[in-house]
């Protein structure tokens, strides 16, 4: 595989770089101390165009790709881990209707969300139904003059501060594969409310918040795609979509972690001689380094599967995801480590490294439901290796195609 990543997506990543040296990462800790948004930095992202990096250039985007989103996270992520999915998640709330929407309703939304005047949010999640996205309970019921959507969805990153919701439930219980369907709903509808802000661990610049609906009626027009039925395969669809970003964001957090360590190793004076000096610290740090290049090239790729539409799209988003947000999590770990006591005190920027890094493995489908995903891929692609069988010994051979376990029973 030959790669290489144009010039048009080191401009966005340039772009994003300064803005944020200058607007998130002097800001990230107050931020994470309040659990207040950065709407400065979200506004000057809005000002220089990065929004338009996720959005079809049809539709307000400009020379748009998931490689250039996934650049312009990775540079915010750098400087602020939690910043980054702050930026990111308008993305994932956009996604529904750039995969499944109509023509009026990406020329209607997308335009808005490209100059960054409305901000998106995707309410997928529920109280009993996380992993099992199809185990909706939240329901939208025909009404003379379009859609009744009663019930609530949990874990809304970006609710409060989103214009635009990309709401999924269920319009046809009775049905296995056409249950789900989803819908935009504006901030401000009736009946459309906010709850809990919860309380987090690490990306508290981030609100996640509960969202209520409360007969909400929306117009047939923003009924995802026009037809009811799509919603679980558009919410498919939007994830590997997303995934790559959510990685990146990994990818960011991860040389973010390291390279504070590797200042902090050079800095830091023990028996007479920076740390960085020490065989121990130094295979740390090469560790750390080596793992975020490995996954940053995974991310890319993934990325470039989804902008050119590869048949293993799916499989690739779930790899980048997993092995990204499993390295960062190492990463900001061994980081932790490498600043020794003071690397446990909020004082320290590191600290809030580590936080933010262990949501990577649990959002846009945990680390579990990655790698089930990545298993159901390569159990299909097995069956096409045909030509390996005459490799696997004879007496194995035998008993292909017979369960003899379940004879003997
Ligand atoms: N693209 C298109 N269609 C797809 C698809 C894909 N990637 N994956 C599945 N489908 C289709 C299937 O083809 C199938 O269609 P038919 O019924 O027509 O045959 C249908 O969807 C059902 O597929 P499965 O049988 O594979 O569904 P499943 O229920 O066994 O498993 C799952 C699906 C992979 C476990 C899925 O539920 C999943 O990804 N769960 C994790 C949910 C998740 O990621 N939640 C994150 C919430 S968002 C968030 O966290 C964001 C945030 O806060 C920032």
Known sequence: MSFKIPETCREWQARARRIADRYVRPLARKYDRLQEYNYEATKVLAEEGLFRVFIPDQYGGEKSSILSL?????????????????????????????????????????????????LAAFCLSEKLAGSNAAGLLCRAERAADGWVIKGEKKWTTNATVADLYSVFAVTDPASKSRRISA?????????????????????????????????????????????PGLGFKHAMMTLD???????????????GALELAMVYANRRQQFGQPISSFQMVQQMLSDMAMQTEAARWLVYAAAAAVDNNEENLTKRAAMAKCFASDTAVKVATDAVQIFGGYGFMEDYPIAKFYRDAKILQIYEGTNQIQRMVIARHLVKEANGLTHLEEFIPKETQEFFGADVGAAEQ
């Open 183 to 227: 819908f935009i709903v504006e901030k401000g509808t009736p009946g459309f409310s906010f709850g809990k802000v919860e309380d987090k661990m690490g990306i508290r610049c981030v609100p996640v918040v509960e969202t209520i609906f409360d007969n909400v009626r929306v117009p047939e027009e923003n009924l995802l795609g026009g037809k």
């Open 241 to 255: 979509c997303a995934r790559p970003g959510v990685a990146a964001q990994a990818v960011g957090a991860a040389q």
């Open 70 to 118: 996934c650049l312009v996270v990775e540079e915010l992520a750098k400087a602020d881990a939690g910043y980054g999915v702050a930026f990111a998640v308008n993305a994932l709330g956009s996604f529904p209707i750039i995969v499944g929407g109509t023509e009026e309703q990406k020329r209607k939304y997308l335009p808005q969300v490209a100059c960054g005047k409305k």
